[in-house]
């Protein structure tokens, strides 16, 4: 089973920075893909990045390209998201996610799933 621990949310006005972090313990060599989705009121879960555990391969929704990066430490078991340039429409709660295929940005596709860290925006 795998565990995941999200930190880092907060508020912050447009244009700040943020970093979360996903903590991963568990049996998380057996899982390939981390994700970061996002869930904003009334709206549907998106992804918004994803990586290869141990890999290192990055992908990114279209909205956020430039603006966030995600990557993993050398132990592998953190996860993080570095966002910068943030707007309000990035306000949402923060989940990561982890699956044994591949990155794909299907929220349903993935099996394991932290409690969420809320990220608000203000203009």
């Known amino acids: 089973q795998v565990r995941l621990a999200e930190s880092g949310g907060g508020s912050v006005q447009a244009g700040g920075s943020l970093t979360l972090s996903c903590a991963a313990s568990g049996y998380i060599y057996d899982r390939r893909c981390i994700g970061w989705f996002r869930q904003a009121p009334g709206k549907e879960r998106e992804g918004v990045a994803s990586?290869?555990?141990?890999?290192?391969?990055?992908d990114y929704v279209n909205s956020v390209k430039g603006r966030f990066t995600i990557s993993q430490d050398n132990a592998g078991q953190t996860v993080y998201l570095q966002m910068s340039n943030l707007k309000p429409e990035d306000t949402a709660m923060y989940y990561c996610?982890?699956?044994?295929?591949?990155?794909?940005?299907?929220?349903?596709?993935?099996?394991?799933w932290g409690q969420g860290t809320q990220v608000t925006v203000s203009s």
């Open positions: 996610a982890a699956r044994d295929g591949g990155c794909i940005f299907r929220a349903a596709l993935f099996k394991d």
């Open positions: 990586i290869y555990f141990n890999r290192g391969t990055e």
